[in-house]
């Protein structure tokens, strides 16, 4: 009889856990969708500044580590390949990074006086996320390039 | 609170038409507006917003910074050599500060 009432139990506590999780499940699951919906806003970023303008093939060289420690210095360093002459030269450069709370990180503006075109800094980043970089020419083309940096410790300070 | 202090590393002397690269650091909190303190209380944003070169007058090398840049700011960019003049590099912090150097370049 104990043991019934114990197996009833457990039985009736079994399929209350599956439907606890899954419900939980598909709690988390919007959870996710809705933290990812970050994403969205890098692409319609990303629009801003291309509207209008086309894409060109370009050498753009970036260079960020795979892996970044700490979250709070990840060198970010760029190289476009570009006669940078007063007829044709890279004219801006944005780095985005799709996972920050706000994901423009930088603005560069260049100038044919620069020689070549290359620069770098040291950025946040809050996660494991993708940086991106859109490079307009004068000639309203552009550019975009993407790189994957896996963040061990945040640095968003939250 | 440490001193709001800029740096630049720029060559001396460069010869004609060569390509250098500025490197240029200041000292600065980069409060991004989004984290706490000991008590609980955000810390207001405080960045560098702007950063602009200029080489006798021209503009040469502008960068818009956001919250997501590390503190103390480092910024290196290329410059192409083609006469001799004074750098004048100057950082803008939120609610208008200026935090402005000088540097000379020779041709050699």
Redesign the interface.
Known sequence: MIRKKIGGFVNISRRKAIKMIAVSSAFFCSGVGGVLAGKPEVSDQINNVISGSQAREADVFLDVPEIAENG???KV?FEIESP?SASDFVQEVYIM?DG???P????????P?????????????SKTQDVYLVAKFNDGTHSITQSTIKVTIG???? | MSKIKPRAKIPKEAELDE?I?IKTLIRHPMH?G???DVNGKTIPRLIINKFNAT?NG??????????????N????????V?EEGTFELSWEEDGGNQYKLTKSLKVV
């Open positions: 709070n210095q990840v360093a940078m990074a920050n709370p706000a423009n990180v930088a603005k560069f503006n260049f100038t006086y620069s020689g070549e075109c290359f620069a770098s800094t040291r950025m946040r980043l640095g968003c300070g939250g | 390509v690269e991004s989004r984290v706490k080489f021209k503009v040469v090398f502008t960068v818009n910074l956001e919250p997501s840049i590390s503190s700011p480092y910024i290196s960019f290329p410059f192409k083609k």
